[in-house]
């Protein structure tokens, strides 16, 4: 097998995912364009050397549909040779991106490939392309199905997180991020959004906010009336009989924030980034994903950690940091629980309760944003996991160059 490095890992800013939001009047089109627009020119990259561009797109219909890859090659002027795809594996997108390029670069397929992925949930609606697993009863019944939100509450009352826990968690999230910003970790990745004629739109995550306890604790759950108008906790609790009640704890507060954006990552093999006169910053050393719990639906990272260890031999002992997505409090919280981990190396800048969760975008933010901290802290091994819907999870170890 050919190693996979990787040579440099951009983003946007998170903006908010609304009307309002900076980012609402750029198309998902124009958010890709930007992040491959500074992946060739922070590079000085001859995209003759590229073999592939692979974006995340959850919702990939209208605007941002039709293989938003390819369009975003055209856009960025890549050169007709170069081909796009655009997967879809929920949360997980963009990391699935990277791990579906890398797989390519590690089989000698690929040379050099741009990954990535972009959300314009301004613009397209969460939900927009529908789903099956909802709305059909062949996949909806067996698949358990329930809303994330209600999947979280199931979680923190399965495993005993109160509402104080998860609004506690929370408010350290956005203090992380708030730090992270003031103190420039994100300078490095986080390139600005600029409009036609050069201005900038937007150049820092917009969905940060002061939050304390006491602001969280005047937030009603958001899940629970949904719940019981529609019978999803009986689903939930048929699913795992030993819980007699949910306990719905999550709000806007301790949630992933709704926002846009886009993220790109440079991987290839060491002599095509020679080639490029490039210097490779990180070494992909593995990667995993897997089916879990329908009905908890977001416990995925625990199952796919035990896989990728089980078949690397590796331990915590030789993981410094751990980016996990914060879809919600509850996941994160229950990931630290099943493995006794330090919350000291566990999103050590915030997540995406604090600056938002942009669906296809943010497995590739994250991979960048841990990069960086090895970097800024001087530490070697990264673990990036996230959770998925309907039950999945996905994983992947970096290692320092």
Known sequence: MTDCYIYDAVRTPRGRGKADGALHECTALHLAKTALDAIRDR???DTG???DVVLGCVDPIGEQGGDIARAAVFASGYGDHVPGIQINRFC?????????AASRVMAGQYDMAVAGGVESMSRIPMGSSGAALAADPAAALPGYFIPQGIAADLIATKYGFSRDE???????????????????????????VRDINGL???DRDEHLRETTMQSLGGLNASFAQLSSMAGFDAVAIQAHPEVDVIDHVHHAGNSSGIVDGAAAVLIGTRDAGKAAGLTPRAKIASFATIGSDPALQLTGPVDVTEKLFKRTGMTFGDIDLIEINEAFSSIVLRYMQAFDLDPAVVNVNGGAIAMGHPLGATGAMILGTALDELE??????????????AGMGAATVIERV
């Open 43 to 45: 590079n000085d990259l």
């Open 49 to 51: 050397l590229v073999d």
């Open 92 to 100: 997980a997108s963009g990391l699935e991106a990277v791990n579906f």
């Open 166 to 192: 998860v609004d506690a968690f929370a408010v350290e999230s956005q203090a992380r991020a708030k730090s992270a910003w003031d103190d420039g970790r994100f300078e490095k990745s986080v390139v600005p």
């Open 200 to 202: 900038t739109i937007a």
């Open 376 to 389: 800024r802290s001087d530490k070697e091994t990264a673990l990036v996991t996230l959770c998925v819907a």
